[in-house]
T-cell receptor
Framework: AQKITQTQPGMFVQEKEAVTLDCTYD???????LFWYKQPSSGEMIFLIY??????QNATEGRYSLNFQKARKSANLVISASQLGDSAMYFC????????????FGGGTRLMVKP | EAQVTQNPRYLITVTGKKLTVTCSQN?????MSWYRQDPGLGLRQIYY???????DKGDVPEGYKVSRKEKRNFPLILESPSPNQTSLYFC??????????????FGNGTRLTVT
């Protein structure tokens, strides 16, 4: 079974609008971390935001926020006030406490911001 | 500036010619790893290291070697490259404390082509 599922292969959003990228995960561990990364067309992998399994508050980093619903095992990324430079691939990923070495990635969502 | 540096960015080589991709981090991280990224297959872990002189296999270790003689360096060695090792390679590092809570910081990637 897939550990990380991103169901939106591609999405469009109008510049200055907010957008939500979906991510669901599967784990039996109590201790885990959820991460979002951005990969622009230039190829580098940029860390955006992190949510720990024991964190009660949703994480926020500037225009990025993470909508963490533990019971539903979802960790959606919300980007507010989209900019043209947000056009990229976005990956949701997880590290588990019992397998803490590996970062397991979802298949990614390609976000395209329209002017 | 805190960063993971990998070299070269681009490499074209021929089958069987040994090569090394270097990786260095300046964040005093205990944990380092190598990933490859392929279309349709996503990001997969090749090898990882929890600390100096401690390395272990990831999901796709065949055809690769690594070493961790110093904390900051984690080179990836292809003893006899083959065309199926054509890929985008990433080196990454993180703190070794509560690994599942630690984001992986990635280098800029090495695009390898084996003809």
């Amino acid at each position: 079974a897939q550990k990380i599922t991103q169901t939106q292969p591609g999405m469009f959003v109008q510049e200055k609008e907010a957008v939500t990228l979906d991510c669901t995960y599967d784990t039996s561990d109590q201790s885990y971390g959820l991460f979002w990364y951005k990969q622009p067309s230039s190829g580098e992998m940029i860390f955006l935001i992190y949510q720990g399994s024991y964190d009660e508050q949703n994480a926020t980093e500037g225009r990025y926020s993470l909508n963490f619903q533990k019971a539903r095992k979802s960790a959606n990324l919300v980007i507010s006030a989209s900019q043209l430079g947000d056009s990229a691939m976005y990956f949701c990923a997880m590290r588990e406490g019992n397998a803490g070495n590996m970062l397991t990635f979802g298949g990614g969502t390609r976000l395209m911001v329209k002017p | 500036e805190a960063q993971v540096t990998q070299n070269p960015r681009y490499l074209i080589t021929v089958t069987g010619k040994k090569l090394t991709v270097t990786c260095s981090q300046n964040m005093n991280h205990e944990y380092m790893s190598w990933y490859r990224q392929d279309p349709g297959l996503g990001l997969r872990q090749i090898y990882y290291s929890m600390n100096v002189e401690v390395t272990d296999k990831g999901d796709v270790p065949e055809g690769y070697k690594v070493s961790r003689k110093e904390k900051r360096n984690f080179p990836l060695i292809l003893e006899s490259p083959s065309p199926n090792q054509t890929s985008l390679y990433f080196c990454a590092s993180s703190s070794g404390y509560r690994v599942y809570n630690s984001p992986l910081h990635f280098g800029n990637g090495t695009r390898l082509t084996v003809t």
